[in-house]
């Protein structure tokens, strides 16, 4: 889509503080979401994934967060650490095919 | 366990010349497989798609091509690359349509 065009939004923290990146989705038959994340020069790695009968999924410093009714989803990080950073990428499915939201650059400061 | 090879990792091509990029998937049968390309900073544009060999659908217009010509290989081509081809260029493979995509390390290619 036109999204592939546009630069990257950043989100920058400190070491140790917590992280939400946020994600915003339009097709409301969406019933499978899932967070990438895509260090420099490699290919996005699968983080965490939500169903649609869930809105709140914990991983190890990861929570992902699901509003339907907004169509919002976003993924809190805790303790972020320098290895945190990356892009991070939402992905939306209804079982028909998998969209790739555009993308968040986190920074983590020292 | 399945595994996603992308070779080479990094290409210099000059404008006008070839292009053939190798994806290959192991420990699955049958995949679905996808060819992403992605310019510097920003999201992940689909290329192309296959659901089966010699089954290649397209995303967008452009002067590339792809094929399958086995189960569990897929093939970005192009006759003569332009500038406007270089970016970062990704593969991944899923169970079925709509499922999670695995992505693999990818290939640098800058067109000089």
């Known amino acids: 889509g036109e999204s592939v065009g546009l630069h990257l939004p950043t989100l920058s923290v400190q070491e140790g503080d917590n992280s939400i990146i946020n994600c915003a989705y339009s097709n409301s038959a969406s019933d499978y979401f899932i967070w990438y994340k895509q260090e420099s020069g490699k290919g996005p790695q699968f983080i965490i994934d939500i169903r649609s009968n869930m809105d709140k999924r914990q991983g190890q410093r990861v929570t992902v967060l699901l509003n339907k009714t907004v169509k919002h989803l976003s993924l809190q990080i805790a303790a972020t650490q320098p290895g945190d950073s990356a892009v991070y990428f939402c992905?939306?499915?209804?079982?028909?095919?998998?969209?790739f939201g555009s993308g968040t650059r986190l920074q983590v400061q020292p | 366990s399945q595994t996603i090879h992308q070779w080479p990792a990094t290409l210099v091509q000059p404008v006008g010349s070839p292009l053939s990029l190798e994806c290959t998937v192991e420990g699955t049968s049958n995949p679905n497989l996808y060819w992403y390309r992605q310019a510097a900073g920003r999201g992940l544009q689909l290329l192309f798609y296959?659901?089966?060999?010699?089954?290649i659908s397209s995303e967008v217009p452009q002067n590339l091509s792809a094929s399958r010509p086995q189960d569990r290989q897929f093939i970005l081509s192009s006759k003569k690359l332009l500038l406007s081809d270089s970016g970062f260029y990704l593969c991944?493979?899923?169970?079925?349509?709509?499922?999670?995509?695995?992505f693999g390390p990818g290939t640098r290619l800058t067109v000089t």
């Open positions: 296959s659901v089966g060999i010699g089954q």
């Open positions: 992905a939306e499915t209804d079982g028909r095919a998998l969209t």
């Open positions: 991944a493979w899923s169970v079925l349509t709509g499922y999670e995509q695995y």
